[in-house]
């Protein structure tokens, strides 16, 4: 299986809209059935992602001309509840199920990290729940340590910062 990595662009979004829709289907059993509606209302919202290809750089994984793994990173100076002013923040790495194991989420952040430096970030954080523990496994072989803990969905969700 040959796997190629690129930036994404505004003519992905259809796909990524679909790669975060079963991506992200993985955790629909870890969440009630109330929660997983207002979860996946966000990720298949074209909206969202509109508003990251705005705000970002989105790092894709491709098989054969399908987009098959996603990551956004998003620079500092775009504060949200949870991100502060002064971090870059990664957002939404989701590989599809059919490609998992094959080390795309942390080439993924990998890339994510390497641009962050490359920009002069001095931050990168990312959330992930107690439900993604793979994705938390990552995180923090790349050195990313909790700040803070919070909760989203009636789940336990993380903050991490990696200080470049």
């Known amino acids: ?3 190629s990595f690129r930036k994404g662009t505004k003519e992905d979004i259809e796909q990524l809209l679909s790669l975060g829709e079963v991506s992200y289907s993985q955790h629909k059993h870890a969440m009630t059935p109330e929660n997983w509606n207002k979860y996946s209302s966000f990720m298949s919202n074209p909206e969202t992602f509109k508003y990251l290809m705005d705000t970002s750089t989105c790092f894709l994984c491709e098989s054969e001309k399908k987009i098959v793994g996603m990551a956004f990173l998003v620079s500092n ?3 949200t509840d949870i991100f502060e002013d002064n971090w870059s923040y990664i957002r939404m790495v989701g590989v599809h199920p059919d490609f998992g194991g094959n080390g795309i989420a942390k080439k993924l ?8 430096k ?3 970030e ?3 954080a990312l959330h992930t729940s107690e439900f993604m523990n793979a994705a938390r496994h990552i995180y923090e072989s790349f050195g990313f340590q909790v700040v803070r803990e919070l909760t989203r969905y009636d789940k336990k969700y993380w903050i991490y910062l990696l200080k470049l």
């Open 1 to 3: 299986m040959k796997l």
């Open 77 to 79: 100076g775009h504060p």
């Open 109 to 116: 952040t990998q890339m994510c990290v390497d641009y962050a």
């Open 118 to 120: 490359k920009t002069n």
């Open 122 to 124: 001095n931050f990168v």
